[in-house]
């Protein structure tokens, strides 16, 4: 059968179309009838969803999760516990990001019950410590650590906030302080133990405040181990699943910023429907909080705490946190 081609000027054209990569006039010639398959139409594209729906999907995933956890006061009580061998504190709460209260974990601690703001003072002396302070007038005063760094001599600042009659929050020495305090603090560190079931072998970053000191509602970017030596601190932990309830907007922290004031709570009103974990802590008490669990610390006394993030396992977030 003759082609489309056979004719002379129709050999040019084809030349033609040919060479500007075109498939020829073979492949135009007109349907003659018969079975010929007809390449189907590509699917629309699928729109993706919005961003809210993607959020909502995942905020509702976590949040029926977070319910049938809670069917089970045993899956999700805060628990206490006393002697927790590493393997059973790894099985049971750091890897399955369970807090847990462990008690007498520092019993052989000289710090414990030496600690007192006297023996400090005469301990440390009047070596410059740095500390946060100006922080009763400041809204952000978390947020803005560096603004809020001071200076004075130890003996000083435990004459400022070493007496259970002068609550407040002005001034507290945190873990941000710490490395600029190591060298101060070296001769408090012969009245402290290792905790190698749980942590590496140097010691944790020391709070120093008075009653009274407290530190907004936010979640940290690791795990965390807070060991209470002296005095008493009230904590307030919410699960992570509840984090669409909990209005974070900078950073790690959370607008509704105290859980106990109730004008925050009318202006944040979806924050009622978070669970809230209650802790006292009291000295020689050690509180697990795993990365992501919401929580707020008031201190009740004057109050000397440790925390440490140096665990046996991996312990890793803050390096992948998106945003700032
Ligand atoms: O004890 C405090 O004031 C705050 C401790 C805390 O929130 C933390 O270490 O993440």
Redesign the pocket.
Known sequence: MAGTTDKPGNARLDAALRSIGLAGLDAARPYTGGPRSVPAPPPPPTPAPAERTVAARRDWLLGVQERQRQLSAQACGLMRARGLSGQAFLDNFYAPGRPVVIEGAIADWPALGRWTPDYLAAKVGSAPVEYQGGRSGAADFELAKDRHTRTMPFDAFIALVGRNDTPGNEAYIT?YNNHRNTAAFAPLMADVRPIDAYLGAEPGML?IGPAG?F?PL?F?LTN?M?IEVTGR?HLRLVPPAHTQYMYNDRHVFSAVHDLDDPARIDAHPLVRQATVYDVVLEPGDMLF?PIGWW?Q?R?LDFSV?M?ATNFLWPNLGHESFPGD
């Open positions: 873990a709070w000191t530190t936010h940290d965390n807070l601190k909080i929580h610390v201190a705490m925390t």
